[in-house]
């Protein structure tokens, strides 16, 4: 009897052990992208929050979320940069006091916003992420190490992607700390059958008010060796990629020239060029010859410049189409931005749609206020606009 009550009891805590470690895989994360059982996966691109404006996620800023969020029911989030303003602790404005330790407090609470929806994210540092005074930011400076510290609080996450760990399974990475570049990731998504169906790369960068320098070498070699490795392993075959960065690239001009001037080279392009400016690079010649060479990447999604949804199919080169998107700034800030206010621009996010055969579909989500007069806006209606869909243009 004694011995059939320990085999009772040994079988009762086997199955509660089956149980949760059932629920822990359904509500879990096991570090693998994958197209879901239909061929598809949902990308929610984010941009250009600048949360520490006033030092904190606003209640309305994380009612609009929760709303694009909720709606697109994405499989992976991706944030295009800027997610804070660092001057606004780093001492950058006199009129702030430094406490570098509240930022990386602040990045915490990122963190655990975004750890709450139990969805796959991750993020590109823009140029006001770990933004402080030209030579605190120099080697040796007090905040040169102040990004590796913010990614390290990112990273703390369960369904992040990405971080500094060079021998992780699910992710490569690079990072230079004299450069100040660290969020540098590439990762795949799978087919079923656990073949490669996409490649995301994320590539930094720099944090600096003005004069925007090129990509670093460095980061094009870490690109070059990674499209060089999956192709390899892909049996010969490139893998089909997208990237994801803060500032947008010289192309992203032409196409914007090309189309102005009826030369057939824009395919289509569609959204607002309300910056009436391009506010990256201007030269960056290395990284677009690179991936014109190795002729993966199709998609490029960009943010940075907070007027500007511009999104495109530019023939870069002779049967070299790329797909060339904005995103949409996608929290409410008081930014001190020109023509930007509380209610004078949609917030939103762009939604980019993959699937088996390599196309993209994406297009934009807006959260529009019911109430444009409350303070803060406390409902948002959703409404998607200017769908592209790189099947129609092959």
């Known amino acids: 009897m004694k011995k059939k009550i320990i085999i009772s009891i040994v079988a009762v805590v086997l199955a509660s052990l089956m149980i949760v470690g059932l629920a822990a895989c359904n509500n879990g994360w096991n570090g693998k992208l994958e197209l879901n059982k239909d061929g598809n996966f949902k990308i929610l691109q984010l941009t250009d929050t600048q949360f520490s ?29 800027d997610v804070i303003s660092g001057e606004h602790w780093l001492g950058f404005y006199p009129s ?45 400076g007090q905040y040169q190490t102040i990004r590796k ?21 699910n992710y490569k990475c690079f990072n230079n700390e004299s450069e100040m570049t660290y969020t540098n990731f590439s990762f795949p998504i799978y087919n079923k059958d656990g073949s490669y169906a996409y490649n995301i790369y994320v590539l930094d960068c720099y944090p600096i008010a003005g004069d925007y320098p090129a990509l670093f070498q460095d980061q094009i070699d870490f690109y070059n060796s990674e499209s060089a490795r999956l192709k390899q392993a892909n049996g010969g075959q490139v893998v089909k990629s997208l990237l994801f960065h803060h500032e947008s690239l010289p192309m992203f001009i032409d196409m914007k020239y090309e189309y102005d001037n009826n030369t057939g080279k824009t395919k289509v392009l569609e959204g607002d060029f309300g910056d ?32 500007n949804t511009l999104a495109g199919i530019y023939e870069y080169t002779e049967n070299t189409n790329i797909l060339l998107a904005y995103g949409r700034m996608s929290a409410i800030a008081d930014y001190l931005y020109v ?29 529009t206020p019911t109430d444009i007069n409350a303070n803060p806006y406390t409902d948002f209606t959703i409404s998607t606009k200017n769908v592209i869909n790189t099947a129609d243009y092959k």
């Open 276 to 307: 009436k400016a391009f506010g990256g690079p201007k030269e960056n010649s290395a990284i677009e010859e690179a991936m014109i060479a190795n002729k993966d990447i199709i998609g490029i999604f960009v943010g940075h410049d907070h007027l």
């Open 339 to 367: 023509g930007l206010t509380r209610d004078n621009f949609i917030r939103g996010a762009r939604v980019i749609e993959l699937n088996a055969t390599g196309d993209i579909n994406t297009y934009e989500m807006l959260a």
């Open 149 to 169: 510290d913010m990614l390290t609080e990112y990273a703390k996450g369960k369904f992040f992607v990405g971080g500094l760990d060079s021998q992780s399974a």
């Open 53 to 81: 404006q006033n030092g904190r996620i606003t209640s309305e800023s994380k009612i609009l979320l929760d709303k694009l969020i909720s709606e697109s029911n994405p499989d992976l989030i991706v944030i295009t940069g």
């Open 96 to 140: 702030y006091t430094e406490n570098a330790q509240d930022l990386i407090t602040f990045c915490g609470e990122i963190r655990d916003y975004f750890e709450s929806k139990k969805i796959p994210w991750t993020l590109s540092f823009g140029n006001h992420d770990g933004l402080a005074l030209p030579d605190d930011l120099k080697e040796g």
